[in-house]
């Protein structure tokens, strides 16, 4: 079986490189075409419980977790509909897809009973950007970073109802899935209908900025615009998610600002 062997103190090393991490477990579960293949960690037996516990989250885009929502055919051509989007020779583009992968698996560790409709939302929630952002990012030159938002949501709805209708979706799960695409960018109100779904979308979106995209973000952007994200990301989590966050293996400038949030 292909594998790779991680050290429990390269993972914990200040200095450890989330991205070649990332592009060498890219690069062991596409050789494999599907075929099953194995991390081993070793290092300290104290240490390993939670180490296993943050690798395993970073690395759950992997897993394919699904439940009897998403467990039929139709899934199956929503899932190979939304691969066929991404050219992921393009960076951007990889990290957007394996953002979407890891926010439908934080939809399913937060709710093991989330319906089909905020599973398929998880997956086409940013699929606006592959049009606005696959080669060089500008949501940081937004006069109105709400604003930018809000239009990024509605834009990616429109995008969503139109590609599942390609996928042979049903028109009520499109409607469904375009609200939840819409309003992920803002808390949902408390008489919306679809408030649960919206919050937990949210929040599963947050998850994983924190848990799989702020390295590169930080790297990208730069302190400041990270420091902003990470404000603006944690407001978008419900307190009692807010506990996931001690349990994710944060750089330690992303930990920094978080502590300064909270003080």
Same mark, same amino acid.
């Given at each position: 079986m292909p594998s790779l062997l991680l050290r429990i103190a390269d993972w914990d090393s200040p200095g450890f490189h989330f991205y070649n991490f990332d592009a060498q477990m890219n690069a062991l579960a596409e050789r494999? #075409?599907?075929?099953?293949?194995a991390l081993t960690l070793q290092g300290d037996d104290r240490r390993l419980p939670a180490a296993a516990h943050e690798v395993l989250t970073r690395c759950q885009r992997f897993l394919g977790r699904r439940n009897q929502a998403s467990g039929h055919p139709t899934f199956d051509r929503v899932l190979e509909r939304h691969r066929a989007l991404h050219d992921l020779s393009k960076p951007l583009v990889r990290a957007d897809f394996d953002h979407a992968l890891d926010t439908w698996q934080w939809v399913l560790r937060l709710a093991p009973g989330a319906g089909l409709a905020v599973q398929i939302a998880a997956l086409f929630h940013d699929v606006e950007r592959l049009v606005t952002e696959a080669d060089v990012r500008v949501e940081h030159r937004a006069a109105d970073y709400q604003t930018f938002k809000d239009g990024h949501a509605r834009r990616g709805a429109e995008m969503t109802e139109d590609l599942l209708a390609a996928a042979g979706v049903g028109a009520e799960m499109r409607w469904r899935v375009g609200r939840l695409v819409a309003g992920h960018e803002q808390p949902p109100a408390p008489d919306d209908p679809d408030a649960p779904d919206l919050a937990l979308l949210n929040d599963a979106d947050a998850l994983s900025f924190f848990s799989l995209n702020s390295p590169g973000y930080l790297d990208y952007?730069?302190?400041?615009? #990270?420091?902003?994200?990470? #404000?603006?990301?944690? #407001?978008?989590?419900?307190?009692e998610t807010r506990k996931r966050l001690r349990r994710i293996r944060l750089r330690s400038e992303i930990a920094a600002c978080l502590e300064g949030l909270a003080a």
């Open positions: 494999g #075409a599907g075929k099953p293949f952007y730069g302190p400041e615009p #990270a420091r902003r994200k990470v #404000a603006y990301t944690l #407001a978008r989590l419900r307190p």
